[in-house]
Nanobody, 121 residues
Framework: QVQLVESGGGLVQAGGSLRLSCAAS????????MGWFRQAPGKEREFVAA???????TYYADSVKGRFTISRDNANTAHLQMNSLKPEDTAVYYC???????????????WGKGTLVTVSS
């Protein structure tokens, strides 16, 4: 059974940093794209960042470009370093894995349960 487990969420002041981690199990994701989506209260789930299986290609939403960095330790572990956090970054952050790159949450194959990030002003 495939599982994606996020960790690292919490409360931080504006301008601060957090590092999210995602650990996948149940199969090898060496050829899969791993990434992050987020969902703020009352809003739709949106794409944040993704990284290819090789780690060579990365993708970011415009809203986080230059502040967030996605990385990958190995086939089944990914991280999201979030710097210069803003109150509008407050959301539940979900780890995702898919066999191709997608910005649409509707087509993602695997999801974690999410971790809450709260940025206070």
């Amino acid at each position: 059974q495939v599982q994606l487990v996020e960790s690292g969420g919490g409360l931080v002041q504006a301008g601060g940093s957090l590092r999210l981690s995602c650990a996948a199990s149940g199969r090898t994701f060496s050829s899969a794209v791993m990434g992050w989506f987020r969902q703020a209260p009352g809003k739709e789930r949106e794409f944040v960042a993704a990284i290819s299986g090789s780690g060579v290609s990365t993708y970011y939403a415009d809203s986080v470009k230059g502040r967030f960095t996605i990385s990958r330790d190995n086939a089944n572990t990914a991280h999201l370093q979030m710097n210069s956090l803003k109150p509008e970054d407050t959301a539940v952050y979900y780890c995702a894995a898919d066999w191709g790159f997608t910005r649409s949450p509707r087509t993602v194959d695997y999801w974690g349960k999410g971790t809450l990030v709260t940025v206070s002003s």
